[in-house]
């Protein structure tokens, strides 16, 4: 979303070669000062979290890319996807249309896959316990961050599809975690 909408201008570049790689590592960098003794077991049960996290971040992914490269004509969690056939015209005026999914992770939440990211994030986080707010700094901006972006996300689709989707927004009611938001 970012380049598509955003573009690649000043702020986004800056964000990836300065921002991203100085606050995403802030929790590895607090560590190395501050050294936390967490176990093995500890450290097994973080780690597994978090690739958990990671591999259903990537699921979201795959069903939505999946869904789309068929057209619709797969198996989501072992069954046919539900969907809502969304017309819509370009600023050129062109009549198209897309397949918005309503099954699967996606009919969880519109944005359900941001849950696995920040909840990765926490988990990358978690190793330097909660003795201070530093390394935790990573997670309340990611979820300032995504929360935003959703919710950007969100008027860009209504402004594109319009009534298709208001009917999305009735068949998934939650923007990001379900049953709360």
Known sequence: MDIAHDRAG???CWGCLVWVPSIYTSPGM?????????GLQLSLYILVAGLLCIYINYDCDRQRQE????????????????KIVAAYTTTSGE???SLLLTSGWWGLARH??????ILAAFFWSVPALFNHFI?????????????DRAKRDDDRCKAKYGKYWKLYCEKVPYRVIPGIY
């Open 135 to 147: 390394p935790y700094f990573y997670v309340i901006f990611l979820i300032i961050l995504l929360l």
């Open 95 to 97: 009549k198209k249309t």
């Open 67 to 82: 869904f789309r490269r068929t057209n619709g004509k797969c198996t989501v969690w072992g069954k046919t996807p539900s």
């Open 30 to 38: 607090y560590l190395v000062k501050q050294p936390v003794n967490l």
């Open 10 to 12: 000043f702020y986004i």
């Open 112 to 117: 359900f896959h941001y849950v696995p990211e």
